[in-house]
DNA sequence: CATCCACTGGAATACCGGGTTC
DNA sequence: GAACCCGGTATTCCAGTGGATG
């Protein structure tokens, strides 16, 4: 091996002949000075909570839209000038918590949040678990009366939260503006999902959504306008060609006018370009950089799966080589499954929880499950593998417990003859 | 239109981390 | 600090259901 005279991290620290401005510019979490074309939207979300400034407390909010349409950004930009426009009033009082649903969606968590996010020192902080529910909510509701203001909770990816936990949660949230005497609440929920308020009792349903947006997706215009303010921001607007800034914007655009992905596609190509030689984003980095990305998120879901997903997913990959690409049934990869787990030590897992977890690898799109009626021979669902299935199986031996059933080959008559 | 297999929704159970009480 | 309470999560158990084919 060769060692260099010079520092090791040399190479890394001499900073990038690419990016000149702010790295963030390209991450995920950016919230830029200025939001392109969703201007209108900042302005009319900033209207509807003007009241609290006024010691008001301004309407429930619902903002629809699919994912990379802008509705976290227009929501943490407005948080921001609030932020700055409360710190000129001093009479204002206002807190702003924001809650994450799509990591914390049970009722005990989001109350938590809530309460956490009225301290005024680290010290009162709440237990994590161990109280009952009812206790949680009446030491939150006494935070919310004492600090006497308005509370605006933003509740991030709402839909999941009541997808998962209902919506009792929002009830006592929306209640304690009955029972509080001093401070209020408001509620600005974000959804991917246009249709989850069906999920709602209906006397819920009222009460939370006094008003409502819905953010369309970009187009491919747009997508490159924001691309073009991001290179502006990261200081790589020299280094792009573009031809490849418009193949980025057209092919987020494609799919449902996912801005995020632009910028993913954007930060991936400039991750390429600094390690290449070229120096240069041109088109083909674009395309280089979405088959890295897809790589990359196949990888990722695969390899953080939990061990009897990673099980079941085997006993299907081992199938689909076996018939060549064919579809496998519930009964086939469930006997191979059982086996599998038996060899490995483990206790398998009933056929109903396997069913369920067939549903949680079709969600990720690692494979397609349909059910399936052969008449007289009953109902069962069958699935194909999405990806090849040498591939998934490279990725699944990279798990330790896997890698010794590499060489594991199903019994041919355990399948039956399609 | 009966029949067959397993899909599917919900109740039940087990276990976990953590607080509370005596 | 043992025994108990609490809510969350994962899984199992049970029973009702689906739907095309023969």
């Known amino acids: 091996m060769v060692v260099s005279s010079k520092n090791l991290f040399e190479k890394f620290n001499n900073s990038s002949l690419i990016v000149k401005g702010q790295r963030q510019a390209l991450e995920p979490g950016f919230v830029p000075e200025r939001l392109p074309h969703r201007e209108e939207e900042a302005e009319h979300l900033a209207e509807i909570l003007s009241p609290s400034l006024r010691n008001f407390k301004p309407s429930n909010v619902i903002i629809f839209g699919k994912p990379g349409v802008g509705k976290t950004s227009v929501v943490k930009f407005v948080e921001n000038e609030m932020t700055k426009a409360i710190q000129s009033r001093l009479d204002a009082k206002i807190k702003i918590i924001d809650v994450n649903c799509g990591i914390v969606d049970n009722p005990y968590g989001v109350l938590l ?30 935070k919310i009366n004492t ?23 929002l009830y006592q949230l929306l209640r304690i503006n009955e ?14 999902d246009l249709r989850f308020t069906e999920y709602l009792d209906p006397r819920v349903r009222s009460r939370l959504i006094e008003e409502t947006m819905v953010y369309n997706p970009y187009n491919a215009t747009q997508i490159y306008d924001i691309l073009r303010d991001r290179s502006m921001y990261a200081g790589i607007a020299d280094s792009i060609d573009d031809s490849a800034m418009k193949t980025c914007a057209a092919l987020a655009a494609q799919e449902h006018g996912d801005a995020r992905r632009a910028i993913d596609l954007l930060r991936i190509a400039v991750e390429l370009t600094e390690k290449g030689e070229e120096g240069r984003i041109v088109e083909d980095t674009i395309y280089e950089a ?4 897809e790589r990359d998120v196949v990888v990722e879901t695969v390899s953080t799966l939990p061990l009897h997903s990673k099980l079941v ?3 299907i990959s081992l199938i689909d080589e076996i018939k060549n690409g064919g579809s496998s049934t519930m009964g086939e990869f469930y006997d191979l499954y059982e086996k599998i787990a038996d060899r490995m030590g483990v206790s398998s897992l009933t056929q109903r929880r396997v069913a369920d977890i067939i549903g949680e690898l079709s969600n990720l799109g690692l494979i ?18 999405n990806y090849g299935s040498s591939k998934i199986k490279d990725i699944l031996s990279a798990d330790e417990m896997l890698s010794q059933l590499k060489d594991v080959k199903p019994l041919q008559k355990s399948l039956p003859v399609s």
């Open 113 to 142: 949040s809530v309460g956490d996010g009225l301290l005024e020192s680290w010290e009162e902080r709440l237990p994590f678990t161990g109280w009952p529910l009812e206790k949680l909510y009446n030491t939150v509701l006494e």
């Open 147 to 169: 600090f006497a203001g308005i509370a605006i909770i933003v509740l991030d990816e709402i839909d999941k939260l009541v997808r998962k936990s209902g919506d009792t949660v």
């Open 179 to 192: 029972t509080s005497n001093q401070g209020r609440v408001c509620i600005l929920g974000i959804s991917n």
């Open 290 to 293: 979405k088959r890295k990305l």
């Open 313 to 315: 997913l085997f006993s």
């Open 368 to 385: 397609d499950s349909k059910v399936q009626s052969f008449g007289r021979y009953g109902r069962t669902t069958t699935v194909t593998m």
